[in-house]
């Protein structure tokens, strides 16, 4: 079901806009261990509060021209980056799936993984508190979407969990690197609890074909000895996030294609 007319999405867009500001406290906070609660927005280097008109999404940043009002210091332009990203996603998800509660359930899974993928690309860690209670609340989310039974989210969360000897040893083969880590397993785990053993299926090809082919372009001075190069959760978010929005299309295709 389309959403017709045009205020509706617009709010469906806003709201994500505001979401993603939250995302980049978790993605600044969590890594540090702080509370993502308290205290309110402040400026990393002089401690100065963020005034309520400058927090607004995108504008308060377009409107700072990237920088503290206080200090004068740089403000990344991931902020509102991750603010857009969350804007779109929660926009996609409700064009795809409708007003429905799996369109929340989505939209909340894909917000986890923008969380994920950042804390991933600046600390090369995928944090337990997010994954570890993230598994039996995925799990739970999974009996209520149409298309999931607790049977696939089982055997889901065990090929998530299990998967990873086998693409460690794909991807040590590829690259020539130790590819995979404790954090990996855990979020393919995640990624199996609410998509299924199909999902996690996708997620690993889709995942290691692009961590491969960035993995071979970026792999020329990296001695790191056992650390990748590059992050892995980056790749496996993207992949999960095609899977709900195409995945089980293009299985059906493939499917189709291969009966003829
Ligand atoms: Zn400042």
Redesign the pocket.
Known sequence: MVITGIVIPILIFIFGLCIGSFLNVCIYRLPAGKSIAFPPS???????AIRIYDNIPVIGWLILKG???????RISWRYPLVELLTGCFALCTCLKFGPTIEAAIYFAFIAVLIVITFIDIDHRIIPDRITLPGIPLAFAAALILPQMTWQASLLGILAGGGSLLVVAIGYTFITGKEGMGGGDIKLLALIGALCGWAGVLFTIFFGSVLGSVTGIATMRGSGQGTKLAIPFGPFLSVGTIGYIFFGPEMIHWYLSTMGK
Request: hydrophobic share 5%; net charge neutral.
């Open positions: 402040h400026c990393p280097n002089c401690e100065a920088r503290c009002r206080d200090c004068g210091t």
